[in-house]
């Protein structure tokens, strides 16, 4: 599978890149949420088989595997997975993906700057919404993860944490494709996302849910809905104490259509696996990494994605 971290912008993906700066994004947000919460049978039914055969979603992976009897399309879309469909991987320091997709860029962090597309980085401050959480990832490791239409869109936990805060910052709704990575600077840092922070075994974790255009709402399990309404006002939340602990595996949130989870982890504690690179296919459960002992060298992964 080709490293798409390494290709340039194509003519068409500059075209495309220009259009997501013209498009309303939250006009065609709000219609995504509206015509995907009808009930009516003979407007939902069409949508999601229409949607099944477009983007081949594996229905027989659902818990629920009649399509019709849903209420309405978000819910098909948010559905749950059979017992079972995902197993967790390895043990307890083993880093277990968050959620079926692609890696979109996958490394260590330099200079407080995590890698985006070819030639296209931005600040761990911008992407937390402050620098004041982000000294402890420099040096450490990130993993980007793009969901796309046809995957299963709940987002699981890592590794296991207890939640120390929130932050819900806005922003805009780009695209969060392939493609518009390699042409809109500082996407990542630029749309709508969720920035929740974890203590957890391999140290301070943070697992952003970035949303994008046509993505209706992300929600957490401590919380629910978070957005929308779209456009809120920063809004930091904190957990002393109380806050929710998770396990390993557990879910922790979704998304109403499709977007973006980031991983951030800290410097030299976690060490990705060697057979991964931007454009491989992850699945939720699948082992991507390992804890590494606090007093552990240099991270040994991913300086050919985070350099380019």
Same mark, same amino acid.
């Given at each position: ?12 993906? *500059? ?8 498009? /309303? ?18 407007? *939902?039914? /069409? ?14 992976? &659902? ?14 879309? !948010? ?7 995902? +197993?967790?991987? $390895? ?13 979109? &860029?996958?490394? #260590? ?8 597309? *070819? ?9 937390? $919404? ?8 420099? @040096? ?8 796309? /239409? ?15 805060? #929130?932050?819900?910052?806005? @922003? ?7 493609? !518009? ?46 957005? +929308? ?8 939340? %904190? ?9 390993? @595996? ?15 982890? /800290? ?9 991964? %690179? ?15 002992? &606090?007093?552990? $060298?240099?991270?040994?992964? $991913?300086?050919? &994605?985070?350099?380019?």
């Amino acid at each position: 599978m080709r490293d798409e971290s390494n290709i340039s912008a194509s003519a068409g993906d *500059k075209v495309r890149g220009i259009v997501q700066h013209l498009l /309303p994004h939250r006009l065609l947000t709000w219609l995504m949420y509206r015509l995907t919460r009808v009930r009516f049978a003979l407007w *939902k039914n /069409p949508q999601i088989r229409w949607f099944i055969g477009r983007y081949g979603v594996d229905v027989a992976e &659902a818990a629920n595997p009649d399509p019709t009897s849903y209420a309405h399309f978000n819910a098909f879309f !948010t559905r749950e997975l059979r017992a079972g469909c995902r +197993p967790l991987e $390895g043990d307890d320091e083993t880093i277990a993906c968050p959620a079926d997709g692609r890696l979109s &860029a996958i490394g #260590t962090i330099r200079s407080g700057m995590v890698f985006q597309a *070819k030639g296209r980085d931005y600040s761990v401050g911008s992407l937390l $919404g402050g620098d004041d959480a982000a000294g402890v990832f420099d @040096g450490g490791a990130f993993a980007t993860i793009y969901l796309s /239409p046809r995957d299963y869109h709940r987002v699981h936990m890592p590794i296991e944490g207890r939640l120390r805060e #929130t932050r819900y910052i806005p @922003g805009r709704l780009f695209s969060v494709s392939f493609s !518009t990575a390699r042409t809109v600077d500082r996407l990542f840092a630029r749309n709508e996302r969720l920035v929740c922070l974890f203590d957890t075994p391999a140290g301070p974790m943070a697992l952003i849910l970035v949303g994008a255009m046509l993505v209706a709402g992300m929600e957490t399990v401590w919380s629910g809905p978070v957005t +929308p309404p779209h456009g809120q006002p920063l809004r930091t939340e %904190h957990f002393t104490g109380s806050g929710a602990e998770l396990r390993r @595996g557990q879910e922790m949130g979704r998304f109403n259509t499709g977007s973006t989870v980031i991983l951030l982890f /800290p410097g030299n504690r976690v060490r990705w696996a060697d057979d991964l %690179h931007a454009g491989s296919s992850v699945r939720m459960g699948q082992g991507i990494g390992r804890v590494r002992a &606090a007093d552990a $060298g240099a991270i040994e992964r $991913g300086e050919s &994605a985070a350099e380019g």
